[in-house]
Nanobody, 121 residues
Framework: QVQLVESGGGLVQTGGSLRLSCAASGRTVSSISAGWFRQAPGKEREFVAAIKWGGGSTYYADSVKGRFTISRDNAKNTVYLQLNTLKTEDTAVYYC??????????????WGQGTQVTVSS
């Protein structure tokens, strides 16, 4: 079992930055792939980024490529999502997930509770 707790969301202006954290317990982060998804009101949950276990390959949605960066700190059992150059369309609840690097949410076994990111113009 893996428990995931996100933090770091908040309100930021267009062009600003945030860093989201996903603290994992129950299993070491270094042995499991992880990803971030987001869901805006009235929309389906969508893939944002993923990182393969072992800290190697990373994957991004086209909409965030070049602006967001996923990383992991195995010593802290934590996965991060750095959000830069934020746009109003990035407003959503951001979820951490573990167990895959897929772009499909159903392929992930574990989910956090989500953290709200709101970008104002």
């Amino acid at each position: 079992q893996v428990q995931l707790v996100e933090s770091g969301g908040g309100l930021v202006q267009t062009g600003g930055s945030l860093r989201l954290s996903c603290a994992a317990s129950g299993r070491t982060v270094s042995s499991i792939s992880a990803g971030w998804f987001r869901q805006a009101p009235g929309k389906e949950r969508e893939f944002v980024a993923a990182i393969k276990w072992g800290g190697g390959s990373t994957y991004y949605a086209d909409s965030v490529k070049g602006r967001f960066t996923i990383s992991r700190d195995n010593a802290k059992n934590t996965v991060y999502l750095q959000l830069n150059t934020l746009k109003t369309e990035d407003t959503a609840v951001y979820y951490c997930a573990a167990g895959s690097t897929s772009t499909r949410a159903e392929n992930y076994s574990y989910w956090g509770q989500g953290t709200q990111v709101t970008v104002s113009s």
